[in-house]
């Protein structure tokens, strides 16, 4: 009996493509076939009136942005007098201008070509106070500080460094490129090409300078002003700048204007070293690149073509054309030059978009409007019901499971999924119910390793169960860390100071902590054999496992070689196999036991004081003994083995 299909059977690229693409291009089909018919009648007329009104748009936004340009320029214009009125006041409030007879070495910095040499100048001094080399913009600086907070422009004290006439910025608020004070750069009396500076040449004439001026990498529309010493002579100048490409307004302005889809403006420099750069970019391209030598899709320099037709009309705006570097579409610019900033402004679109921007808004096709507007309501209705039917079998189950792959993510595995199907959605939740099982069999079993049961078994999956295997690798790792450190630790309660577990049965940071454990016993060992007096462990059978390196010494043999024999044996005292035995009595009682007896170590005749304390298990059974002989010395004369005490009767060992 054949299946019957049905719409949960279908697989879920189909169910996209069925209820998301069959209304579309439903409409798609409807309007262009309406559109068809009714575009022949208007095709001609709309296209040539389209031409028109696009360069009517772009000739007007051209226009607009040079009129706004003059009347900020005007303003700016007043603006600088104003603020050269006020530096000057400030200037006559702060002090005369003098110098000091002590002298400041500057690493002046060429703002034209960039070479650097040492100078040795005067301090310059305002009412006495010397301006200082303050680079530093968070930090004040005499006179020029104040006038910017006073006009919002920018200020800077230049001083005269030579005969020629190079002026030095002393005090500035102009930034440099690391956005602290360009101090110790000047302006050269003569250009890199031999031509004197128009500014440095005026103001040393003792005529003030205003007009566009470069400071460092920007231009501005300044003010200079000589400044003398108390001989009359030119000692320094004071110039108000504001940044005319820094005007936020007129900036923001053109940055954001759009003509059309495809139609921006942006602003080219004119003349001089901006010639051809941007100074205010189109998209895709930065402040101050150098566009002079681009060339369109037909090879021509575009660039220098729009400049020159700029130049070649002043005051008026004209049309240029080119093909897009990018794409080869035609596109046409309106072009004008404003003389006062050297800008060329632009304004440019595709030409192809404008006349189908045009062909959307002709009254011929008011009648395939209105059919597509009656279809489309129609395949609006479908699309809301099929849009409804996918969001009950296809969002809300991927909802689901996507609410519990973000719980899954934040470490909370007890999640479960109840949806089920035959399509790739089911399939998906079958899957994910897999997943969940799998994550949380790991979770447990990284549970059980935390609370150090190593028994959890681990299945794997498959051959390509990478996590489980890594679990249980981790398990059989911590399980035999576990069982070298039981064995050290038995070892050493029982006294075996010599045993040591192998690190090479380890790997990465296991070995590490075996190997730390081991470095520690032998640390504590070097301890024990650094001591100047004897020691030793023995077991409740007084078998040694442990002999210092001092005890070692007194009885002539090794460590290794005592290891295992009978501490009697070695130190033949008058206490051993006696109750007097101070290892005898601190593993009977559980406590300390000191003693003093002869003993007769390798033919040495001593006499000792020793003490001993009990070893125990942590179940608290005495496991052995640890002996310290605190003082020894040789014994003189026979009486003081006649003084000693009769021997007692030896306890059972």
Not at 105 to 130: F, I, M, P
Not at 253 to 279: D, E, F, K, P, W
Not at 575 to 582: E, I
Request: charged content about 25%.
């Amino acid at each position: 009996m054949l299946k019957t299909l049905s719409t949960r059977d279908l697989d879920l690229r189909r169910k996209i493509l069925v209820v998301a693409l069959l209304p579309t291009a439903l409409l798609v089909t409807a309007f262009l076939a309406v559109f068809a018919v009714q575009r022949s009648r208007v095709a001609g007329e709309v296209e040539a009136g389209m031409g028109r009104l696009a360069e009517e748009s772009l000739t007007r936004a051209a226009r607009d942005l040079r009129t706004l340009c003059g009347a900020t320029h005007q303003e700016l214009s007043a603006q600088v007098p104003r603020s050269q009125r006020v530096a000057r006041d400030q200037l006559e409030r702060t002090g005369p201008l003098s110098f000091s007879r002590e002298t400041v070495t500057w690493h002046a910095r060429n703002q034209l070509d960039g070479s650097v040499s040492d100078v040795v100048l005067a301090k310059l001094l305002l009412g006495g106070t010397w301006t200082g080399q303050n680079s530093d913009a968070s930090r004040p600086t005499i006179l020029v500080d104040r006038v910017r907070e006073l006009v919002g422009a920018e200020a800077t004290l230049f001083q005269r460094m030579n005969e020629r006439g190079d002026m030095l910025r002393v005090a500035t608020t102009v930034p440099d490129r690391a956005g602290g004070r360009a101090i110790g750069t000047y302006i050269p009396a003569v250009d890199p090409d031999g031509r004197p500076d128009p500014v440095v040449s005026t103001v040393l004439r003792g005529e003030p300078y205003r007009g566009r001026a470069r400071v460092l990498d920007a231009w501005y529309l300044s003010g200079y002003e000589p400044i003398r010493d108390a001989s009359g002579r030119i000692a320094g100048m004071l110039f108000i700048g504001l940044r005319q490409d820094a005007l936020e307004g007129i900036r923001a302005g053109v940055a954001a204007s759009r003509i059309g889809r495809t139609g921006v403006m942006y602003v080219l420099g004119g003349t001089g070293n901006q010639r051809g750069h941007y100074v205010i970019p189109p998209p895709g391209h930065a402040d101050g690149e150098d566009a002079w030598g681009a060339r369109d899709a037909r090879g021509d320099e575009h660039v220098q073509r729009i400049v020159r037709a700029a130049l070649a009309a002043p005051g008026e705006t004209v049309q240029v054309s080119y093909a897009d570097p990018r794409d080869g579409r035609e596109r046409v610019a309106a072009v004008t030059y404003f003389g006062p900033w050297d800008w060329v402004i632009v304004a440019d679109m595709d030409r192809e978009e404008a006349v189908a921007a045009l062909r959307q808004v002709q009254s011929s096709l008011f009648a395939a409007v209105s059919a597509v507007v009656g279809l489309a309501l129609l395949l609006v209705v479908l699309s809301v019901w099929a849009a409804r039917r996918a969001a009950a079998r296809i969002a809300a189950p991927l909802e689901a499971m996507a609410v519990a792959a973000e719980r899954i993510a934040e470490g909370d595995v007890q999640q479960a999924v109840t949806y089920r199907s035959g399509d790739e959605v089911g399939r998906l939740a079958d899957a994910f119910r897999g997943t969940i099982s799998y994550l949380q069999e790991v979770a447990r079993g990284a549970a059980a390793i935390a609370d150090g049961d190593l028994s959890t078994p681990l299945v794997l999956r498959s051959d390509r169960d990478q996590l489980t295997r890594s679990f249980q690798s981790a398990q059989a790792e911590v399980r035999r860390v576990v069982e070298d450190m039981d064995r050290l630790t038995h070892a050493a309660v029982e006294g075996r100071l010599d045993t040591r577990a192998d690190a090479s049965r380890h790997r990465g940071d296991f070995r590490r902590i075996v190997e730390g454990v081991n470095a520690t016993l032998s640390t504590l060992v070097s301890h024990l054999d650094a001591l100047p007096a004897p020691a030793m462990i023995v077991s409740p059978e007084y078998e040694i496992r442990y002999m210092n390196h001092t005890g070692a010494s007194l009885l002539g043999r090794t460590q290794a070689e005592l290891v295992g024999t009978r501490c009697y044996d070695s130190f033949r005292s008058t206490d051993c196999r006696t109750d007097r035995c101070a290892c005898f009595r601190a593993m009977q009682r559980g406590g300390e036991a000191s003693s003093e007896a002869d003993a007769h170590p390798e033919g040495l005749d001593l006499h000792i004081l020793y003490s001993a304390v009990p070893l125990r298990a942590p179940d608290g059974r005495v496991v052995g003994a640890f002996e310290v002989v605190t003082e020894q010395f040789a014994v003189k004369g026979a009486a003081r083995a006649a003084a000693a005490p009769p021997a007692r009767g030896e306890p059972a060992r």
